[in-house]
């Protein structure tokens, strides 16, 4: 997909980005959170040692004809260029390990570095750094090195401009080897989030689980929910539809634990809103 970053009515930034769930080339507009979101006390991705699958990981891989290759082992990479971000358009898509994207999560994307890694991010404007966890690839745009969520991007303090020179440094936990032959995961993709990230989401957040024109449709499968889930769920009716709607939901924690529940429950069909 093509990206284009909107921030406030004006452009920021165009980025070329992969999507995980369809080989169509669209032009979007991506941007901001409506409302501003204090990013401050949001701690950065806490580097641990990690088991890589082939998810996200294929290699070589090619897109818009050009053909690029995952790195074995990233030890002691660095790297030096510009940064975008990606956010809204993109919050609640797969990202291309199968995890769900989520733009208030220390992550980012990039072409090479196998995923899951780390790294340092500095802002070579400002001298700020953050850590985040890359689980997604691109940006496939324009000599972009790395695509940075939308939180990571602002506490960077580049999120209004839409890209800045920064220095890409790969972290290594200790005991975390070669990657070596991948293998595939045993457990769902959303239960191997790092717990350490958990922080508090915007207070209008919910996860919609359906939309009917029948009242009875949905109240139905808000009972089914309300029976193996602790999270209050809803139905709200917007237009001629009616919604059911788990939330607000307090964290991102919740979200993904949510996100677990119903995936067990054949329950995947889920999306974030803001209501």
Request: aromatic share 8%.
């Amino acid at each position: 997909m093509q990206r284009l970053v909107l921030n406030r009515g004006t452009l920021l930034a165009a980025t070329f980005v992969l999507s995980a769930c369809s080989s169509t080339v669209v032009l979007q507009r991506d941007g901001a959170p409506s409302r501003s979101v204090d990013v401050s006390s949001l701690p950065d991705a806490v580097p641990s040692v990690v088991v890589r699958t082939r998810a996200g990981n294929k290699s070589p891989y090619t897109v818009f004809g050009k053909v690029y290759t995952v790195m074995d082992d990233a030890t002691g990479f660095r790297q030096s260029g510009t940064a975008s971000w990606y956010g809204t358009k993109f919050h609640g898509r797969k990202t291309s390990n199968g995890e769900v994207y989520d733009m208030f999560a220390m992550t980012a994307a990039h072409k090479s570095i196998p995923i899951p890694s780390y790294v340092r991010v500095t802002n070579q404007a400002n001298g700020l750094s953050v850590v985040v966890r890359v689980n997604d690839r691109g940006p496939f745009h324009g000599g972009r090195i790395i695509d940075l969520s939308y939180a990571a991007a602002k506490k960077l303090g580049y999120d209004k401009l839409g890209i800045a020179e920064v220095r890409v440094e790969v972290i290594t936990p200790a005991g975390q080897g070669v990657s070596g032959p991948v293998r595939a995961p045993s457990v769902p993709v959303a239960a191997t989030a790092v717990s350490q990230e958990a922080y508090a989401l915007p207070k209008n957040t919910y996860l919609q689980a359906g939309a009917f024109s029948s009242k009875a449709a949905a109240d139905a499968l808000r009972a089914k929910i309300s029976g193996f889930l602790q999270e209050p769920v809803r139905v709200a009716r917007r237009g001629k539809l009616f919604k059911v709607q788990i939330g607000p939901v307090a964290s991102s924690q919740n979200m993904l634990n949510v996100r677990r529940i119903l995936g067990e429950k054949n329950l995947p069909g889920l999306h974030v809103v803001y209501d």
